[in-house]
């Protein structure tokens, strides 16, 4: 009777117990799929590495030949762009700024009250625990 008990037991393991690992049909449809996924990219990878080489190397002279050009005209562009993206990112701030004190005031935010409780319940409490150290 206990020889049943076990082999039922042992059975209701081997069927809620997952698998050991995954089965090699898995390890097959794996390779497959990402095989070919990955020679491609690779492929692609080469492809920009090789354009890229060979469009430096024919670019090269002509960027050093408009140097006095280029340079001031990328400095100013970015100096724009940094200008416009720095401007905006202050905007938003004085806007979510104005949105705070506008629901602080309306009296749907908590606002300096709530930073303040747990530094009254720190008084409160005594200093006991802290003696051991």
Do not use: N
């Not at 995954?22 to 020679?39: D, E, K, N």
């Not at 060979?54 to 001031?72: C, E, K, M, R």
């Amino acid at each position: 009777m206990a020889d049943f008990r076990d082999h039922q037991a042992l059975q209701h393991m081997k069927a809620v117990a997952p698998p050991k690992g995954p089965s090699r049909a898995s390890h097959v449809t794996a390779l497959v799929t990402l095989l070919p996924l990955g020679g491609t990219l690779l492929g692609f990878s080469g492809a920009t590495l090789a354009c890229t080489t060979v469009g430096l190397a024919v670019l090269t002279p002509l960027f050093i030949l408009f140097s006095p050009i280029i340079v001031p005209a990328v400095l100013t562009v970015g100096l724009a762009v940094t200008g416009f993206l720095v401007s905006g990112a202050l905007g938003l701030a004085a806007l979510s700024a104005f949105s705070w004190i506008f629901s602080y005031l309306r009296g749907r935010r908590g606002g300096p009250r709530l930073a303040k409780e747990p530094l009254e319940r720190a008084r409160r409490q005594p200093l006991a625990p802290a003696v051991g150290y």
